[in-house]
């Protein structure tokens, strides 16, 4: 081989290596990771820090998640699809709780890994409930332990992360702080190991699956949460009955629903108080969503029995799926 021969042959190599290594950087990975847990041990507080934007309302009242959202982190060629679930609990007799649970327990089946997310220093029977579900889904598991700020003694901390650790062969166990965003980066990165190549299910700018009219829907509810706390029963709800932009503003009619004159009282509160202060707190955090000015208007209706009939449940957006 000629000396010319010889560099030919070493620079297509060269060409051949750089081309190799493009086509990998090119190649792209996509996947689901279900959040899962019993309800309020932080799964919503989670994936909004994950995504470093607010998706899943939260509050510091059970069962404030009721649909199952998907919070969407794309990185250079990775996409990650979070699903943030409802809470899995054993108590089944309102057609809503079931809707929620099945909507939680679906979640498993397309993921590649299941992070498990409990509270430090606390193991309950809805705890163990919802290991047994993931238990027959097979897939993966990573131990989310949360709250571990709250602990004043550290040293309790390693004995019950032991005891936990001998229920089920976790992939791994990182204690965390949903709140703080204390640990989030390995969970980022571990998850990163389970994505298969695949094309992105998204566009690289989605956040979610979710509509903003859904969003604005849910903000309402967040309000409502946080605003009455336990006074509030869980048979309540929002529907968007207009989300329509109207030149320089959006004009968003919410209609909240109860199942009983008395609760109705209690959302108005003396003289429209209380129904005030939930519209100007949803208000703007609407138009920080938005971006855009908001007209908002909120009516309380009572609807007995919503929370009870499936069909109705379904047409309001609940549903397993």
């Known amino acids: 081989m000629s000396k010319s021969e010889q560099n030919q042959a070493e620079l297509d190599a060269l060409l051949s290596n750089l081309n190799n290594r493009a086509d990998l950087s090119q190649t792209k990975k996509c996947g689901l990771v279900a959040i899962v847990g019993r309800p309020n041990v932080g799964k919503s507080t989670l994936m909004n820090h994950i995504l470093e934007q607010k998706i899943s ?39 809503i709780n079931k809707l929620m649970n099945r909507a939680a327990s679906s979640a498993l089946g397309d993921v590649e890994v299941v992070l498990f997310v409990i509270e430090a220093m606390k193991w309950y029977e809805d705890d163990e409930m919802v290991l047994s579900k993931i238990k027959r889904s097979k897939k993966p598991v990573m131990l989310l332990v949360n709250k571990v700020d709250e602990i004043k003694d550290k040293e309790t901390l390693m004995p019950f992360l032991q005891k936990i650790a001998a229920l089920h062969d976790f992939a791994e166990i990182i204690p965390i702080s949903a709140e703080k965003g204390t640990n989030i980066e390995p969970i980022k990165e571990k998850v990163r190991d389970y994505l298969p190549e695949n094309p992105f299910f998204f566009s690289e700018d989605d956040v979610t699956d979710r509509s903003s ?10 309000k409502l949460m946080r605003f009455l706390g336990e006074e509030l029963p869980y048979s309540v709800t929002v529907e968007i009955e207009q989300f329509k932009w109207d030149e320089k503003i959006w004009r968003i009619n919410a209609l909240i629903l109860v199942e009983r004159e008395g609760q109705k009282k209690m959302v108005i509160g003396a003289k429209g108080e209380k129904l005030k202060i939930i519209g100007r707190d949803a208000r703007q955090d609407m138009e920080r969503l938005l971006e855009e000015k908001v007209y908002l208007e909120l009516w309380v209706k009572v609807k007995s029995g919503w929370a009870d009939d499936e069909r109705a449940l379904r047409s309001l957006g609940y549903s397993e799926d």
């Open 57 to 95: 309302i939260t509050s510091k009242k059970p069962q404030t998640t009721r649909h199952r959202i998907l919070g969407i982190h794309t990185e250079a060629n990775e996409q990650v699809i979070y699903v943030d679930t409802p809470g899995l609990h054993k108590e089944e007799k309102r057609a």
């Open 213 to 222: 009219r859904f969003m604005a829907a849910e903000i309402v509810r967040e």
